[in-house]
């Protein structure tokens, strides 16, 4: 009893009570007698029977050494022998025990309520503008990303991202890379989700008692500040810079979600946070645009801090159609998106990288739910944008059709003034672009505002038709482009519309690309373009698609547009192939890369990474092509559908492959299917008299071409050397057989 008293009493003092020296004398009275009762009590325990006479004498010894030793520090105590200053320190010990309870019980609960609202997705308002947007939660659409560590093409599962940043090291942090509509702010989504849900699908998230999520488009310029941000009005109870010490008490995951964004507020945070990091165990998490590496790392190492890095890749193609059935589903369809489907799997090869978005998979979904007779005309990102765009104008035009204040305008009086909108709206993107910034400033909210209503217009209604609205983490909110491509379509779309007299700048008539350009940086453009390629790349596709939207151009812009993509980096054969597929051309633009880039020369070889760009490039193009010279084929035969397409538009330009490699099959152990068969041999059925060599797994099916010159082959079934020449014999067309 005496022992358990004792315990208690521990117990109440180190928890409850307030410390001074009159308690103290108090306590010291009671803990000596105590401790001299359960030194009668043991001594007692040593007259049992049980206990043997030759050991009786050894305990006694330890109890009168353990109990005086006791007395004296007790003494020693009631003598004053601990002085003021640790009883000081043992109060702030209590104090700061009593603040972190605190924080637990009225601060995370205000944390977490506020992250419930970060974790949504907001789809629609885009379409629906700025009211009945609604919120769903991440983890109803998340599905798998390709996420891949910096030691070359290693995939990292999302469970073990935590581990390229461990909780213990003060110098290292996590970087997170992707393009602009990749998924990074989706997969910050994810890890808040699994966080206030307490999933296990991150390994060690769980672990954290405190999340903190940053976006660097916000006002937030100090720590402290964040922790007000997300704490609510707890933090007034807290003294100057206490709430910090209490956080980083406890184990904490910061996430600062947009490095690409960061504005002079976020910046000083983002500075202090590495200097907090070097003292405080804190894990720290940071997504950015690859653009903005070399910035970054430049600025880190600087703090000496290390970096692990994750680049994210998007959705797998063997996870965007499950991607695309998610959102489907919480869209609140009925009908079956099997045809969608179909489309996606028609266009997956040829636009393979525009479908590695989730954004892009998102917006086709959307567009096919409201206007699915558009989506097969879509073959790249560009398209994919422009019929995303006329369906928000469709939609913003019908709402202002209803609107009190603007329903008196006649359908014609309504469009006309929405096209003075958006051609100020595309002017402020090509600035936002130079400037490097997805959000929108205040200051070119409130110039878009006066004008809307100089028009006449509700700006609140075609803000959010082109821009999202995002609510900060203050409770405030701003626009923003959804991602950074389409910031680049709407910079994109300013070009065609200045070159067709529809825009605003009286200048118009004797515009050209370039001149547009300079108008637009207010001076002569800069040598390099590197910046604003993926801009040109899209302007390029509208000037053609403008021939059947009512916006034609001259060819001599189209080749303008052209030479200036050269000046953005696009200026060998390989970088001209890698864009060529995202660009919607015309007969005479095609044969301008044609010949610009040699793509058709005795060095040509197609390839599985290039097919898609001469597929696009031969159907541009009305035959034959300039400077025609002997190909050769490398192929996968997996891919039997662009192997098909191509040697369709290989005969129409009447241009046969020199040497074929059918490479996976001749080096690998599987063997063609009945499909690959039949696209294998389509390859020699049409003028195939110029094939000279050819590599790949013996099919006696198809007949070999009569000049050929070079032959390898790998024997699926290992035929004895007699069927073997007798299959040779009824060919009767070999030439030289190779090793």
């Given at each position: 009893m005496s022992i358990t008293y004792l315990k208690n009493l521990r117990n109440e003092t180190a928890h409850n009570l307030k410390i001074d020296r009159g308690r103290c004398s108090v306590l010291i009275n009671i803990v000596y007698e105590l401790t001299m009762k359960i030194q009668e009590g043991l001594k007692l325990v040593m007259l049992w029977d049980g206990v043997k006479p030759e050991d009786k004498d050894e305990i006694e010894r330890e109890i009168v050494r353990v109990f005086d030793d006791t007395r004296r520090k007790i003494d020693e105590i009631g003598k004053g022998g601990i002085g003021a200053e640790v009883f000081d320190e043992y109060q702030r010990e209590i104090d700061f025990t009593k603040k972190m309870k605190l924080l637990e019980e009225e601060g995370?609960?205000?944390?977490?309520?506020?992250?419930?609202?970060?974790?949504?997705?907001?789809?629609?308002?885009?379409?629906?503008?700025?009211s009945s947007n609604p919120n769903i939660p991440v983890e109803k659409i998340y599905t798998e990303m390709k996420l891949e560590g910096e030691s070359?093409?290693?995939?990292?599962?999302?469970?073990?991202?935590?581990?390229?940043?461990?909780?213990?090291?003060?110098?290292?942090?996590?970087?997170?890379?992707?393009?602009?509509?990749?998924?990074?702010?989706?997969?910050?989504k994810k890890i808040i989700s699994d966080w206030l849900s307490k999933k296990d699908d991150i390994k060690g998230l769980s672990d954290f008692a405190i999340l903190l999520n940053v976006e660097c488009r916000d006002s937030i310029e100090s720590f402290k500040d964040l922790l007000v941000t997300y704490f609510g009005d707890v933090h007034q109870k807290f003294k100057d810079n206490e709430i910090i010490d209490v956080c980083l008490a406890h184990k904490c995951l910061l996430i600062i979600n947009g490095y690409d964004e960061m504005n002079d507020k976020s910046s000083k945070l983002f500075l202090e946070v590495l200097t907090l990091?070097?003292?405080?165990?804190?894990?720290?998490?940071?997504?950015?645009?690859?653009?903005?590496?070399?910035?970054?790392?430049?600025?880190?190492?600087?703090?000496?801090?290390?970096?692990?890095?994750?680049?994210?890749?998007?959705?797998?193609?063997?996870?965007?159609?499950?991607?695309?059935?998610?959102?489907y589903a919480v869209l609140g369809?009925?009908?079956?998106?099997?045809?969608?489907?179909?489309?996606?799997?028609?266009?997956?090869?040829?636009?393979?990288?525009?479908?590695?978005?989730?954004?892009?998979?998102?917006?086709?979904?959307?567009?096919?739910?409201?206007?699915?007779?558009?989506?097969?005309?879509?073959?790249?990102?560009?398209?994919?944008?422009?019929?995303?765009?006329?369906?928000?104008?469709?939609?913003?035009?019908?709402?202002?059709?209803?609107?009190?204040?603007?329903?008196?305008?006649?359908?014609?009086?309504?469009?006309?003034?929405?096209?003075?909108?958006?051609?100020k709206l595309c002017h402020e993107s090509f600035r936002a672009l130079q400037k490097d910034e997805i959000n929108i400033p205040q200051s070119t909210i409130n110039n878009l505002s006066a004008f809307c209503h100089s028009l006449g217009l509700p700006a609140e209604?075609?803000?959010?038709?082109?821009?999202?609205?995002?609510?900060?983490?203050?409770?405030?909110?701003?626009y923003s482009f959804p991602h950074k491509g389409i910031m680049e379509f709407m910079a994109a779309l300013f070009f065609p519309m200045k070159l067709t007299n529809?825009?605003?700048?009286?200048?118009?008539?004797?515009?050209?690309?370039?001149?547009?350009?300079?108008?637009?940086?207010?001076?002569?453009?800069?040598?390099?373009?590197?910046?604003?390629q993926n801009m040109l790349i899209q302007m390029i596709s509208l000037l053609h698609m403008g021939d059947e939207d009512e916006m034609k151009v001259s060819e001599d812009a189209k080749i303008e547009a052209l030479e200036l993509l050269v000046r953005s980096g696009v200026n060998d054969r390989d970088s001209a192939l890698r864009v060529l597929k995202n660009i919607k051309c015309d007969h005479s633009s095609s044969r301008w890369i044609a010949q610009r880039f040699k793509l058709f020369d005795k060095d040509t070889r197609i390839e599985d990474h290039t097919i898609d760009a001469y597929i696009a490039l031969l159907r541009a193009t009305d035959p034959p092509l300039p400077n025609r010279e002997e190909i050769k084929i490398k192929i996968d035969l997996y891919d039997t559908d662009g192997l098909v397409e191509l040697q369709r538009q290989l005969c129409r330009h009447l241009i046969n492959p020199s040497w074929i490699e059918l490479y996976n099959h001749f080096e690998g152990d599987s063997e063609p299917t009945v499909e690959e068969r039949e696209s294998?041999?389509?390859?020699?059925?049409?003028?195939?008299?110029?094939?000279?060599?050819?590599?790949?797994?013996?099919?006696?099916?198809?007949?070999?071409?009569?000049?050929?010159?070079?032959?390898?082959?790998?024997?699926?079934?290992?035929?004895?050397?007699?069927?073997?020449?007798?299959?040779?014999?009824?060919?009767?067309?070999?030439?030289?057989?190779?090793?």
């Amino acid at each position: 009893m005496s022992i358990t008293y004792l315990k208690n009493l521990r117990n109440e003092t180190a928890h409850n009570l307030k410390i001074d020296r009159g308690r103290c004398s108090v306590l010291i009275n009671i803990v000596y007698e105590l401790t001299m009762k359960i030194q009668e009590g043991l001594k007692l325990v040593m007259l049992w029977d049980g206990v043997k006479p030759e050991d009786k004498d050894e305990i006694e010894r330890e109890i009168v050494r353990v109990f005086d030793d006791t007395r004296r520090k007790i003494d020693e105590i009631g003598k004053g022998g601990i002085g003021a200053e640790v009883f000081d320190e043992y109060q702030r010990e209590i104090d700061f025990t009593k603040k972190m309870k605190l924080l637990e019980e009225e601060g995370f609960p205000c944390l977490k309520k506020i992250l419930e609202k970060l974790k949504s997705i907001n789809p629609l308002s885009l379409i629906t503008g700025t009211s009945s947007n609604p919120n769903i939660p991440v983890e109803k659409i998340y599905t798998e990303m390709k996420l891949e560590g910096e030691s070359g093409p290693c995939s990292v599962p999302i469970e073990d991202i935590l581990n390229y940043v461990p909780h213990d090291d003060h110098s290292r942090l996590l970087l997170i890379k992707g393009m602009a509509g990749m998924g990074k702010t989706t997969l910050v989504k994810k890890i808040i989700s699994d966080w206030l849900s307490k999933k296990d699908d991150i390994k060690g998230l769980s672990d954290f008692a405190i999340l903190l999520n940053v976006e660097c488009r916000d006002s937030i310029e100090s720590f402290k500040d964040l922790l007000v941000t997300y704490f609510g009005d707890v933090h007034q109870k807290f003294k100057d810079n206490e709430i910090i010490d209490v956080c980083l008490a406890h184990k904490c995951l910061l996430i600062i979600n947009g490095y690409d964004e960061m504005n002079d507020k976020s910046s000083k945070l983002f500075l202090e946070v590495l200097t907090l990091k070097k003292s405080r165990k804190i894990s720290v998490i940071v997504t950015t645009r690859p653009e903005f590496l070399e910035r970054f790392n430049n600025q880190v190492k600087f703090d000496y801090t290390t970096v692990s890095t994750i680049s994210l890749e998007g959705i797998p193609k063997e996870k965007r159609e499950e991607f695309v059935c998610k959102y489907y589903a919480v869209l609140g369809s009925d009908n079956s998106p099997l045809q969608l489907l179909q489309y996606l799997r028609k266009t997956m090869h040829t636009m393979q990288e525009v479908w590695e978005l989730p954004l892009n998979l998102a917006l086709i979904t959307i567009l096919w739910m409201i206007k699915p007779e558009v989506i097969s005309n879509i073959t790249t990102e560009a398209e994919l944008y422009w019929q995303f765009y006329l369906l928000s104008r469709s939609k913003l035009k019908e709402r202002l059709g209803k609107n009190l204040d603007t329903a008196h305008f006649s359908p014609s009086k309504l469009l006309y003034k929405m096209q003075e909108f958006i051609e100020k709206l595309c002017h402020e993107s090509f600035r936002a672009l130079q400037k490097d910034e997805i959000n929108i400033p205040q200051s070119t909210i409130n110039n878009l505002s006066a004008f809307c209503h100089s028009l006449g217009l509700p700006a609140e209604e075609l803000t959010g038709a082109f821009l999202k609205k995002v609510t900060t983490s203050q409770g405030s909110f701003h626009y923003s482009f959804p991602h950074k491509g389409i910031m680049e379509f709407m910079a994109a779309l300013f070009f065609p519309m200045k070159l067709t007299n529809q825009c605003w700048d009286q200048s118009v008539n004797t515009a050209t690309v370039k001149k547009i350009f300079e108008m637009l940086l207010g001076g002569s453009l800069p040598e390099n373009l590197h910046k604003y390629q993926n801009m040109l790349i899209q302007m390029i596709s509208l000037l053609h698609m403008g021939d059947e939207d009512e916006m034609k151009v001259s060819e001599d812009a189209k080749i303008e547009a052209l030479e200036l993509l050269v000046r953005s980096g696009v200026n060998d054969r390989d970088s001209a192939l890698r864009v060529l597929k995202n660009i919607k051309c015309d007969h005479s633009s095609s044969r301008w890369i044609a010949q610009r880039f040699k793509l058709f020369d005795k060095d040509t070889r197609i390839e599985d990474h290039t097919i898609d760009a001469y597929i696009a490039l031969l159907r541009a193009t009305d035959p034959p092509l300039p400077n025609r010279e002997e190909i050769k084929i490398k192929i996968d035969l997996y891919d039997t559908d662009g192997l098909v397409e191509l040697q369709r538009q290989l005969c129409r330009h009447l241009i046969n492959p020199s040497w074929i490699e059918l490479y996976n099959h001749f080096e690998g152990d599987s063997e063609p299917t009945v499909e690959e068969r039949e696209s294998q041999s389509r390859i020699y059925t049409v003028k195939s008299s110029s094939c000279k060599g050819y590599k790949g797994i013996w099919d006696p099916t198809f007949q070999i071409p009569p000049n050929i010159r070079e032959l390898w082959f790998r024997f699926k079934d290992h035929p004895s050397l007699d069927a073997f020449c007798q299959s040779l014999e009824k060919t009767k067309q070999i030439g030289v057989l190779g090793k």
